[in-house]
C-alpha cells in the first residue's frame, strides 16, 4: 500500500500540493484525474521521490520512504514522453534497470526477452527509439519500468502524447496488462473517459486539493461536489441544480417539478439527439434524448416544451451547483 | 520560392570568390611554396632539434590543456543548465570572456598575476616555462567546450536522467550512461576546436613564453621567429606542418558527425 500523508508542496509562490492525504491499495489501479495546475503530476513525481514534499510523508508498503531518493523506492516510471534513452537499443533500454542492479547476464536477457514479448515489441530488439513510433516507444518505456519488478508502478499522461486512436488501443492494453501482472498502479490523466475507462478507483484533484476519490461508478452517480460532476461528464444546469443532459426527460405536457422551455434547435447525432432549450428565464439547456423518443415527441424549433429530471429512484445524480 | 537562375549563380560566385581570396589563395600559396624545391628541405627544416622540440611541446601544452578544458567545459554546462545559483548570467559572461579579450591582453594579465612581483607566487616557475604556457592556452581555449555542450544538455532535458533514477541509478551512474553518452557529439565538437584553438594559439603564448629556442617555443613561435630571421623557406616548413594538423583537426571534426539514426 502507499500512504501519501499530510503532503503539502510549493514552487515558488505557488501551491501545488496542498495537506494532500490518500492510501492507494495494493493491486488497484488507481488514476489522479484533475485539470492541469490540479496537482496531479506533483502528486505522481513526489510519490516517485522526483520531487520532495516541503510537508508530509510518503509510506511505500509500510516503509517510510519519504526521505529516500527515488532510485531506492522500487518504482517504475513511464513519463508522458516517454525518456527513452535514445543512444540504447530497445533491448539496452529495458535491460537498463537490471545492469544497475548487476544481475546475471542470462538472468537479464531472459527477463528482457519475456517482458518485450509482453509489450509487443518481440522483433524490434535493436532498433533505437528514433525507429520506433511513439505507442511503440511508450510500449517499451513500461517494459523497461515493469523489468524492476517495481512494487508500484507510475504513468504520467502515458498516452497524452499519442494519437487518438493509438491511445484507445493502449488504454485497453493496459488494463489487460495489470489484470494479468497485478502490479499497483497509479496512472496520472487529465482525460475523464481515461481515467473511467481504465482505472478501478479514481482520485479527483482540483487545486492541489483532492475533491474526493472512489470507484469510477460511485463518482459518476454521487459527486460530492459541482466541480466533480463537471469534470467527469458534461453537465446541465436547470434551475438550481447541476444534472447530466441524459437524466432529463422532455414532455409536451407540463408536470410536476418540470420548467417550461422553448426549442431552439434539433441535433441529430445518430442513436442520440440533442434538444438546445431555452428556459423560461432565457437560461439554455442542452437535454440529450434517444431518437425514439425525439421522433415521439415530435419536437420542432420553436415548440413549447417541459423539462425535469426522469422520474428515477431516488435522485443522486441532482448535486447543488 | 523560387530564386532566379542569375541571381542565384552570382550568389554562387560571389561567395566562393570570397573565399578564394581570402583563404584558398593565400593557404595555398604557403603550402606551394613550402614544397617548391621538393620535400627534402621540407623534411630537413621540420626535424631541426629546435622544430622537433617545438613540434612536442605544442602537442604536450595542447595534451594537458584539452583535457582540462574538457573537464571544466562539462561541469560548467551542466551547472549553467541545470544549476540554479545566483549570478548564472554573470558566470556565463565571464566563461565567454576569453573570446573577447585579445589574446595578447590575456597574455600581459597572465604575467602581472604570475610573474615577477606579480600578485601569486608559486614554488616553481610559471612565467617564461611551460606552466605559463598551458595556463595560457587553457584561457584561450576555455569556451569551446561549455559553448557546445550547453545547447545540446538543454536540447536533451532532465527526464532521461529521472528515467534512469527511477530505474535505480545513482546520479553518478545516470551521468555516466544516460547524461555523457547523451551529450558525447557536443563534448566532440568541444575537443576538436578547443585542439584547434590551443595548437593554434600565438598571442597569449608568445607573451608568458619567452621565446626560448628548445625550451619555450611552440610551432606558432618558431614560425614566427623563422619569419622574422628571414628563413621564409623554414617558417612555410613550419606552417605548413600546422596546416597538417589544422586540416587533421578539421577531417576529424567531420567524421565526427552525428549519424541520424542515434542522434
Redesign the interface.
Known amino acids: 500500500m502507499i500512504s501519501v500523508d499530510g503532503v503539502t508542496k510549493e514552487f515558488g509562490e505557488f501551491r501545488a500540493l496542498d495537506d494532500v492525504s490518500l492510501d492507494v491499495q495494493d493491486g488497484s489501479l488507481t488514476a489522479l484525474l484533475g485539470p492541469s495546475g490540479s496537482g496531479k503530476s506533483t502528486l505522481l513525481r513526489v510519490i ?3 520531487e520532495l514534499p516541503d510537508a508530509g510523508r510518503i509510506v511505500i508498503a509500510g516503509e517510510d520512504a519519504t526521505a529516500l ?5 522500487g ?3 513511464v ?1 508522458q ?1 516517454y ?5 540504447m537499443t530497445v533491448r539496452e533500454n529495458v535491460a ?2 537490471l545492469r ?2 548487476k544481475r546475471p547476464k542470462a538472468e537479464v536477457a531472459a527477463k528482457v526477452d519475456e517482458l518485450l514479448g509482453i509489450v509487443g515489441l518481440g522483433g524490434y530488439q535493436s532498433r ?1 527509439p ?2 520506433l513510433s511513439g505507442g511503440q516507444r511508450q510500449r517499451m ?1 513500461l517494459a ?2 515493469l ?2 519488478e517495481p512494487r508500484v508502478l507510475l504513468l504520467d499522461e502515458p498516452f497524452g502524447a499519442l494519437d487518438a486512436n493509438v491511445r484507445a488501443d493502449l488504454r485497453a492494453w493496459l488494463r489487460r496488462l495489470h489484470d494479468e501482472v497485478h502490479v499497483t498502479t497509479v496512472l496520472v490523466t487529465h482525460d475523464q473517459e481515461e481515467a473511467m475507462d481504465v482505472a478501478d478507483r479514481i482520485v479527483v484533484l482540483n487545486e492541489g486539493r483532492i475533491e474526493q476519490e472512489g470507484t469510477p461508478r460511485e463518482l459518476y452517480e454521487r459527486p460530492a461536489n459541482g466541480f466533480v460532476m463537471s469534470f467527469l461528464g458534461p453537465v446541465a444546469r436547470l434551475g438550481e441544480a447541476l444534472v447530466r443532459p441524459h437524466d432529463l426527460r422532455v414532455t409536451a405536457e407540463p408536470r410536476d417539478g418540470a420548467l417550461e422551455a422553448m426549442v431552439e434547435r434539433i441535433v441529430h447525432l445518430g442513436f442520440e439527439v440533442r434538444a438546445e432549450l431555452q428556459l423560461a428565464d432565457g437560461a439554455p439547456l442542452a437535454v440529450q434524448l434517444t431518437r425514439d423518443d425525439a421522433v415521439a415527441l415530435e419536437l420542432a424549433p420553436g415548440d413549447i416544451v417541459w423539462v425535469g429530471h426522469t422520474v428515477a429512484p431516488a435522485e443522486p445524480e441532482t448535486v447543488a451547483a | 520560392m523560387s530564386v532566379d537562375r542569375g541571381v542565384r549563380l552570382s550568389l554562387r560566385t560571389l561567395v566562393l570568390g570570397y573565399l578564394g581570396v581570402l583563404l584558398l589563395v593565400p593557404v595555398g600559396l604557403v603550402l606551394y611554396r613550402t614544397f617548391q624545391h621538393g620535400l627534402l628541405p621540407v623534411w630537413q627544416s621540420i626535424t631541426t632539434p629546435a622544430a622537433v622540440h617545438a613540434f612536442w611541446l605544442t602537442l604536450e601544452i595542447a595534451l594537458i590543456a584539452v583535457p582540462l578544458n574538457t573537464i571544466f567545459g562539462v561541469i560548467a554546462a551542466l551547472a549553467l543548465v541545470r544549476g540554479r545559483f545566483r549570478g548564472k548570467v554573470f558566470v556565463d559572461a565571464v566563461i565567454r570572456l576569453p573570446f573577447a579579450l585579445s589574446p595578447v591582453v590575456i597574455g600581459l594579465a597572465l604575467l602581472l598575476v604570475y610573474g615577477r612581483g606579480g600578485w601569486i607566487s608559486l614554488p616553481f616557475q610559471v612565467i617564461f616555462s611551460v606552466p605559463g604556457m598551458v595556463l595560457a592556452t587553457v584561457f584561450v581555449s576555455l569556451p569551446f567546450v561549455v559553448l557546445e555542450v550547453v545547447p545540446v544538455l538543454r536540447e536533451v532535458g532532465d527526464e532521461q536522467e529521472q528515467a534512469a533514477a527511477t530505474l535505480g541509478a545513482t546520479p553518478w551512474q545516470a551521468f555516466w550512461r544516460i547524461t555523457l553518452p547523451a551529450i558525447r557529439w557536443g563534448i566532440a565538437y568541444g575537443v576538436v576546436l578547443t585542439t584547434a584553438r590551443a595548437i593554434g594559439e600565438f598571442g597569449a603564448v608568445s607573451i608568458v613564453s619567452g621565446r626560448i629556442a628548445g625550451q619555450t617555443q611552440t610551432l606558432t613561435l618558431l614560425v614566427e621567429q623563422r619569419f622574422q630571421n628571414f628563413d621564409l623557406a623554414g617558417a612555410y616548413a613550419a606552417s605548413a606542418l600546422l596546416g597538417v594538423i589544422a586540416i587533421a583537426t578539421l577531417l576529424a571534426m567531420t567524421l565526427l558527425k552525428p549519424r541520424k539514426d542515434q542522434g
Do not use: E, M, N, T
Open positions: 516517485a521521490g522526483l531518493p527515488a532510485q531506492r523506492r518504482i517504475g516510471f513519463f514522453h525518456a527513452a534513452f535514445k543512444h537498463f534497470g544497475i542492479r533505437y528514433s525507429q518505456a523497461r519500468a523489468a524492476i
